[in-house]
């Protein structure tokens, strides 16, 4: 006998221009409460029921190019600043659920994955907590 189950990480409502509004609000406002010392900005990005969300710090003001590589200091740094590093990606369930994929560097993809709290399902900003484990240093 078939079931039907509800995939958290499947399918997903287009995110409305105004909710798309909302939600960078909220993400930027809870990035500011809880990782400014760690993120100096994000990049919030919608394509159809997708929320990528990127961050970018400042990096450590001893750091410089390696020896021989012809790079400048100034370079170096800017190229550091630039360079975004993906934490993670919401996709929208409707009525303000989301679930969460984490963006795995070994694998350089979106891998679904439960909330801070255990569930499937959580606001933008459970989702940005999760990827923010890429800010902890």
Do not use: N
């Not at 990528?52 to 990096?59: L, R």
Request: proline share 6%; with cysteine.
């Amino acid at each position: 006998m078939r079931t039907w189950t509800r995939d958290p990480h499947s399918g997903g409502v287009k995110i409305p221009k105004a909710l798309q509004d909302g939600t960078r609000a909220r993400l930027l406002a809870h990035a500011e409460r809880h990782h400014a010392a760690t993120c100096s900005r994000l990049d919030i990005r919608f394509h159809s029921h997708f929320c990528y969300i990127d961050a970018y710090h400042e990096p450590d003001s001893r750091a410089g190019p390696l020896p021989g590589s012809g790079e400048t200091r100034e370079a170096f740094l800017e190229r550091l600043r630039s360079t975004p590093t993906h934490l993670c990606r919401l996709r929208y369930c409707g009525q303000d659920q989301w679930s969460v994929a984490f963006y795995t560097y070994s694998h350089e993809a979106y891998e679904p994955c439960t909330m801070g709290h255990g569930g499937f399902y959580g606001t933008p900003e459970d989702g940005l907590d999760v990827g923010a484990v890429y800010l902890q240093g």
